[in-house]
């Protein structure tokens, strides 16, 4: 695949300028310095900015981008993976992963991981771009089938559990470890709910995943000898407040459907009115300034060095800025975030954490600016027999920031939910 310079190249042209040409050739350069102050003429399709190793197959009309590593192959001798020497040993589990990348980010943020996540586990590693991210296409419009009476929204959460399940198919797996890094947390544990026995385990990595203050707890069965006195009232009168009751049960139940009814036609103004102003092109233009005036901050908050975001970071997390439609895609997304479906009865998801069966492992860095760690210990109660690891001196970037720990913590755990012994284990006297 033809490769494409980097859009953030700092350097001039090279020729001699008067004064006035100077002060423009400085104006280009100070808009090229810029992250989202790309002219529209100069945006790309995605597949022009896609490296060697870049893949893309269709999923309900969206192209996704994604990368593959397959340890039994010998092809992982292009530049993706050449970085990375390290040879981690395998554990055999058969059993793959995927990788899903948190908000504003893409497959760039497991670079570092993934060769040595395939090479632990002895199969295939996969991570995807979400719609509205990375360089997975952007629509304009979706939906246009005729038979498509409510079209998937592709910037929903919906479709990203969806593709995620359609990638384990695709890797040819009845189950999958799903590995999310925080907002990608969220999609990991919706596909659990999905499709649990497709699920093999999860990794929740710095995860976005609001834990409840209290642990639900089981409930009560009530026996025959817990019930009330009021079956020892004389008959005619437990008659009476028996049908007093049904009385102010079904008034009580009236009032309540009035309520739920005008607060769902409120709610639904509200929603056209919220959709309409996020849709607008002021809205546009104002996530294009505030992208372009605290991308980069964004970037280096999430590290707890700084000092390591290197250029070549920088133009990872910005190259998809250079897609055409990236700035209305991620309106879609944060619209169709704010405004879920109005029919949506599912409970809360941190009422349903305590149902998560399958061994799950949440990492989190002790100086999370971001998603703070106080959060990831709390999450942790929420679900049952789940294992917690703090890393310290890391922000919310675990497996880019320290990498050898977050390997060795995942290599742990694996062995420990899988009973896989290896000799590496043994020799370390774990």
């Not at 948190?102 to 090479?119: D, E, H, I, Q, Y």
């Not at 009476?240 to 036609?265: D, E, H, P, S």
Request: proline letters at 5%; aromatic letters at 10%.
């Amino acid at each position: 695949m033809t490769t494409v310079t980097h859009a953030f190249s700092f350097s001039g042209s090279g020729a001699e300028y008067s004064s006035a040409g100077e002060l423009v050739d400085t104006g280009r350069k100070e808009r090229r310095k810029r992250i989202a102050g790309i002219d529209q003429d100069e945006l790309l399709d995605p597949k022009l900015l896609a490296d060697p190793d870049s893949y893309f197959c269709e999923f309900q009309g969206v192209e996704i981008h994604h990368k593959l590593y397959d340890p039994q192959s010998h092809s992982s001798d292009n530049s993706f993976y050449a970085q990375d020497q390290t040879q981690t040993p395998s554990l055999k589990l058969g059993l793959p992963m995927i990788l899903l990348h948190g908000f504003g980010a893409s497959v760039f943020s497991w670079t570092k991981v993934m060769k040595r996540l395939a090479n632990l586990t002895g199969s295939k590693v996969l991570a995807f771009d979400r719609p509205a991210f990375g360089l997975t296409s952007r629509l304009k419009t979706f939906g246009t089938k005729a038979n498509d009476a409510k079209p998937l929204n592709p910037y929903s959460m919906a479709f990203s559990v969806l593709a995620t399940l359609y990638f384990i198919d695709f890797l040819a797996a009845d189950k999958a470890i799903l590995v999310g890094h925080s907002a990608g947390s969220l999609v990991a544990v919706d596909a659990y709910f999905e499709a649990p026995e497709r699920v093999a385990a999860l990794i929740l990595v710095a995860p976005a995943i609001l834990a409840p203050h209290a642990i639900p707890k089981p409930k009560v069965v009530e026996t025959k000898g817990d019930r009330s006195d009021s079956n020892n009232l004389p008959k005619p009168r437990f008659e009476f407040f028996g049908g007093l009751f049904k009385f102010i049960k079904y008034v009580r139940r009236a009032i309540l459907q009035m309520i739920m009814r005008m607060t769902n036609m409120l709610s639904s103004l509200y929603k056209k009115a919220l959709s309409s102003i996020l849709r607008s092109a002021f809205c546009v233009m104002l996530v294009r300034m505030i992208i372009d005036k605290f991308g980069v901050a964004a970037v280096r908050m999430a590290w707890y060095d700084s000092k390591q975001v290197d250029e070549h970071i920088i133009d990872g997390y910005t190259k998809p800025l250079r897609t055409k439609g990236w700035d209305k895609a991620l309106v879609e997304f944060t619209a169709a975030m704010l405004l879920k479906g109005e029919s949506e009865t599912k409970p809360p998801l941190s009422k349903r954490l305590h149902e998560i069966s399958c061994p799950v492992l949440i990492v989190t860095g002790d100086t999370d600016r971001i998603v703070p760690s106080w959060n990831a210990k709390r999450l942790s109660r929420a679900i049952p027999r789940s294992k917690l690891e703090v890393i310290k001196n890391c922000g919310h970037l675990p497996q880019e920031e320290k990498v050898d720990e977050f390997v060795r913590i995942v290599e742990k755990f694996l062995q420990r939910a899988f009973g896989v012994l290896d000799e590496h284990f043994v020799q370390a006297g774990t």
